[in-house]
């Protein structure tokens, strides 16, 4: 695309876009003209087809992501920490957390998220929403299974993520999104 996209308004009620791709009229100008209405339908479907554009660029990605397989044992604990060999970051605190938890290093995590970023979930049990720190967020997208279970902070305790698990994504817009650790 060459020269600059133009959107202005003529005083009449409408709204106009010129672009020297567009048929130029006798002042070698290219223009579409849009009435009020026809101008709104097209920004919310310039909007979501952005949208859509944007969700297909980001699935390409998680696919290429997909073909490089994750090395598992590249760990360190959230926190950055060396994963202990006496693990003892699984002693649990009187919140009923663990001290620390394991996740994929910083080189594993950016091969790339086979999953959306998500850093939210509820528990089906309580109804309640967790939130998780990124490093912990950034292992779940990169290796969906790499957890068995996980952590509700309203029923204090560890249960089981998957499938069959008790946890559901909260997405950003607030829906629901699939179980965690699928
Ligand atoms: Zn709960």
């Not at 101008?39 to 992501?65: F, G, P, V």
């Not at 360190?76 to 060396?82: P, T, Y």
């Not at 998957?162 to 950003?172: A, K, L, M, P, S």
Request: glycine share 8%; with cysteine.
């Amino acid at each position: 695309m060459s020269g600059f996209l133009e959107v202005g308004t003529n005083g009449n009620g409408k709204v106009v876009v010129n672009h020297p791709d567009l048929h130029p009229d006798e002042n070698g100008v290219g223009h579409i003209v849009f009435s009020v209405t026809e101008a709104q339908n097209l920004a919310s479907l310039l909007q979501r087809k952005a949208i859509e554009a944007h969700d297909e660029m980001e699935e390409r990605k998680r696919s290429e992501a997909a073909t490089i397989p994750v090395d598992r044992s590249c760990q360190v604990l959230a926190s950055g920490d060396k994963v202990p060999e006496d693990r003892s970051h699984t002693e649990l605190k009187p919140n009923g957390q663990q001290q620390d938890y394991v996740v994929l290093c910083d080189k594993e995590r950016a091969k790339g998220f086979v999953r959306p970023y998500r850093d939210a979930y509820r528990h089906l049990k309580c109804g309640n929403i967790t939130t998780m720190s990124r490093p912990i967020a950034e292992t779940y997208a990169r290796d969906p299974y790499f957890y068995s279970g996980t952590f509700c902070t309203t029923c204090a305790s560890h249960f089981p993520a998957g499938e069959d698990g008790q946890f559901v994504w909260y997405e950003r817009d607030g829906s629901t999104g699939p179980k965690v650790g699928t």
